[in-house]
């Protein structure tokens, strides 16, 4: 299990044991941590923070590496919805370099390397990934995108989920007490 314990420092445990993995040496960074997504294996997670000026700046670190790869940075933007389509490929949103300048879309880095591999320009919410697709969360409701082509496939009018289940792809939305989902 890795999480964010100080506004500059990560630690891992051994989930079965209880036991820390990481030693106070090795987790102080001068870094800002944002949410952390992990891979579909776990074995990656990205980390949209940020660092002084202020810079976003988006990481992925690789626990089996145990290294850290910077994958995008943009001035005064950090804490960007990113979803990954695959163990590999990384889908962040907003196009540009500088928060007054960027668009709304997604730009998509893949491993090892994370060098940008596509970009379209459209989603802007809350994401995810569900079957090879990006489900992004919007006013009008859950649209579903194709990252191949950057063409938005589809919407569920209304639906607007704040959970999504891997697993199963379901997606669910509490509202006015009642529990809805939708596959």
């Given amino acids: ?11 891992r445990w051994v989930t ?7 030693t106070d040496d090795d987790t102080k960074l001068d870094y800002f941590h944002g949410r952390l997504t992990a891979n579909p ?15 976003g700046m988006v990481t ?10 910077t994958v995008t940075q943009r001035a005064y933007a950090w804490d960007q919805p990113v979803a990954w389509l695959d163990d590999d490929t990384l889908a962040v ?3 540009g370099p500088d928060d007054e300048l960027m668009i709304d879309g997604v730009a998509l880095f893949r491993a090892p390397g994370y060098e940008r591999i596509g970009m379209f320009a459209g989603p802007s919410g809350r994401m995810w990934t569900s079957m090879g697709r990006l489900h992004v969360v919007t006013e009008a409701g859950l649209e579903v995108w194709d990252p ?11 639906f607007r989920p704040t959970a999504h289940n891997p697993v199963t792809g379901t997606f669910a939305e509490l509202t006015g007490g009642q529990l809805r989902t939708w596959r």
Wanted: hydrophobic share 40%; no cysteine.
């Fill in 16 to 22: 079965a044991t209880g036991e820390r993995l990481t």
């Fill in 148 to 158: 191949a082509d950057g063409a938005r496939k589809g919407v569920v009018e209304g």
């Fill in 41 to 55: 294996s776990g074995r990656r997670f990205a980390d949209d923070g940020w660092v002084w000026h202020p810079v």
């Fill in 60 to 69: 992925v670190s690789d626990l089996d590496a145990d290294e850290r790869i």
């Fill in 93 to 95: 949103q907003r196009l």
């Fill in 1 to 11: 299990m890795v999480a964010a314990t100080a506004w500059n420092r990560l630690d």
